[in-house]
């Protein structure tokens, strides 16, 4: 559990505190790259509160939302430091598919707890999704599905990025995600639950440390 | 209606209405809701049937044709895309507009009503939609009283009517000439998803929940009553089969348990209690995972409901709802797409032994079957519910 006033602020999704909180902080000369890992450290406690079922998609969303409503607040003065990722993954929704509540939860997990996260949105096509892994030498790809039909749209994808030799491992996600399902798609990790994208995310970037 | 197919819709009606009614009926009733496999089944692409309502109408000829349905839902497709086309509407995608022409239509949610329309939503819903609402969310009614706004008011509503007429029509042939029982006939909401589906959408919701829970509190208020209107008017005096209500924010784990009981709950049992005080059955088309609010469901009156289960903990809803309620589902529709024909065979024949021996259960798939669920998977479910199914 997180000791600091403004980690728990955003747990406690107490939104006039956490922006007084940051504008208290900014006065008082701290760094915006400190306000925003302590803002991260609350976010990560949210997935945690979540993953243990003390915490639903409304609290998630919430929080979500608070984070936001910051980042407008912290990111213009973050010129000339330079935010420290842990990685950066490229995240979408496979083509054919324009469903995106589990992927954006999925995205505020990640981004909570310190990836940079490039978010392609829904109905993205195989070509873009592999132009983009390369572009930002995205060690982790992350594609969501919820439709079964879809599933079709998701085992091409994952077929054409592992084909094109793109240096990167792939997790999918979806309701209809089992192990027959990933078996058939050929991905590296597979999970109905946005929580084990996070752990699978450690693995993917502790090793490569 | 020739005499075998007259007897054969008898036969299919009583055995369904007594499921519902907690009684044991010769056999379970089988209700599928087969949507979009109906189309490929009769090899059409989801362009066709969603633009051509012939096609549209003959698909599920076919699929009468070929497979011993106990009930079935008509048409597969909700939509007739080109009365959407008539109006722009800009919250359904279809194939052959702007998704490939064999992908399925998808819904794509906003927030079409934004937080300051509230007030004025609350104090006449009905002005508010007509005036605020459907030029947002039609193209060609977005500047009401111009020219081109006029044309598609009289567009969309000879559409909708020419397409009720049609529908009616094919229920008739259904009935008449293959002996088909209608699954439902009639449909509604829970208030909740009125607001949080199609006005405000899932993240607007959220929010509202925690910045505005007094305006959330009131928008139910107004929605309750007309959610029970539009029911009875959809049943249009027919009393004996159910109405559909597929249910959605209040699954597990969208909503936290104070927020569930606080808004979701109370508003959804008002218009359940209504329309049953009014003779209309509710089937309860819980989609997702409903488990932890079992025992709220279960405050229902007696037979008010068919519980319909898809992720719910099956045993759990047995034990709670058993003997209360008609329970129904739920072969995993990832079973019915990827699975082989002895799993879903071993699944119903489990399903059945464990669950429908004292009468009050249908059995179905857990959610609606899209086009990718395997023929020889249908097949199998049904030819297992037949062997294993019989009292």
Not at chain 1, 98 to 103: A, P, Q
Not at chain 1, 138 to 165: D, F, I, Y
Not at chain 2, 17 to 45: C, H, N, W
Not at chain 2, 300 to 326: R, Y
Request: proline share 4%; aromatic share 10%; net charge negative.
């Amino acid at each position: 559990m997180t000791t600091d006033d403004l980690s728990k602020a955003i747990v406690e999704l107490e939104r006039d505190k956490v922006m007084a909180l940051i504008k208290e902080r900014l006065e008082a000369g701290d760094k915006p790259l400190s306000i925003i890992s302590k803002l991260q450290e609350g976010m990560t406690e949210v997935g945690k509160l979540f993953e243990s079922g003390n915490y639903f998609i409304s609290e998630l969303i919430n929080s979500g939302a608070i984070m936001k409503e910051a980042m407008v607040e912290l990111e213009p003065r973050l010129t000339g430091s330079k935010q420290e990722f842990r990685g950066n993954i490229v995240i979408a929704t496979v083509k054919g598919d324009i469903h995106d509540l589990g992927k954006n939860i999925v995205v505020m997990l990640l981004k909570g707890t310190g990836y940079n996260v490039i978010d392609l949105g829904v109905d993205v096509s195989p070509e873009k999704v592999i132009e983009v892994v390369k572009e930002h030498k995205a060690p982790l790809l992350g594609l969501s599905v919820l439709l079964t039909s879809c599933l079709e749209s998701m085992q091409q994808t994952v077929g054409e990025v592992k084909n094109a030799g793109v240096d990167t491992k792939v997790m999918i996600g979806g309701p209809i995600i089992n192990d027959k399902a990933l078996e058939y798609c050929g991905a590296d990790f597979g999970s109905t639950s946005g929580s084990s994208a996070v752990k699978f995310a450690e693995e993917v970037f502790g090793a490569k440390k | 209606m020739a005499g075998n197919q007259l007897k054969l819709y008898e036969e299919r009606k009583e055995r369904y209405i007594a499921a519902m009614e907690l009684k044991k009926p010769d056999k379970v009733p089988i209700r599928l809701q087969l949507s979009e496999f109906t189309a490929k089944y009769a090899g059409y692409s989801y362009q066709e049937i969603y633009y051509e309502k012939e096609k549209n109408i003959d698909s599920v000829n076919k699929l009468l044709e070929g497979f011993d349905l106990d009930t079935i839902t008509g048409a597969p497709s909700l939509w007739w895309a080109g009365l959407h086309d008539a109006t722009g509407a800009r919250y359904l995608k279809y194939p052959g507009r702007e998704l490939d022409p064999d992908t399925q239509f998808q819904y794509h949610e906003e927030e079409y009503m934004k937080p300051e329309d509230y007030d004025v939503f609350i104090e006449n819903p009905t002005e508010w939609i007509l005036n605020n609402f459907l030029p947002r969310l039609h193209t060609e009614f977005s500047t009401p009283g111009s020219y081109r706004a006029n044309v598609s008011l009289i567009k969309g509503a000879f559409g909708f009517a020419t397409q009720l007429g049609r529908n009616q029509k094919a229920w008739e042939t259904w009935a008449k000439e293959y002996g088909a029982v209608p699954t439902f006939t009639a449909f509604s909401k829970a208030p909740f998803d009125t607001l949080a589906d199609t006005l405000r959408g899932l993240t607007g919701i959220m929010m509202d929940l925690y910045e505005r829970p007094e305006k959330v509190r009131a928008a139910l208020d107004v929605i309750i009553p007309h959610n029970i209107y539009y029911g009875m008017a959809t049943s249009a005096g027919e009393m004996e089969f159910p109405l559909f209500m597929p249910l959605h924010r209040g699954a597990y784990p969208f909503l936290n348990p104070k927020q569930w009981h606080e808004f979701y709950w109370p508003s959804l049992k008002k218009v359940i209690e209504a329309l049953w005080e009014n003779g209309k059955r509710t089937m309860f088309y819980a989609e997702g995972n409903w488990t932890p609010y079992l025992e709220s469901i279960a405050e229902l009156p007696s037979k008010s409901i068919v519980f319909h289960v898809d992720q719910t903990d099956m045993a759990q809803a047995k034990k709670i709802l058993g003997g209360k309620f008609c329970l129904s589902g739920n072969v995993p529709n990832t079973m019915l797409s990827f699975g082989k024909p002895d799993e879903v065979r071993d699944y119903v024949k489990g399903l059945i032994d464990e669950y429908a021996g004292d009468g009050g259960f249908i059995i179905d798939a857990a959610a609606v079957i899209q086009g990718d669920a395997k023929e020889e998977n249908i097949r199998a479910l049904i030819e297992a519910a037949r062997e294993y199914g019989v009292y």
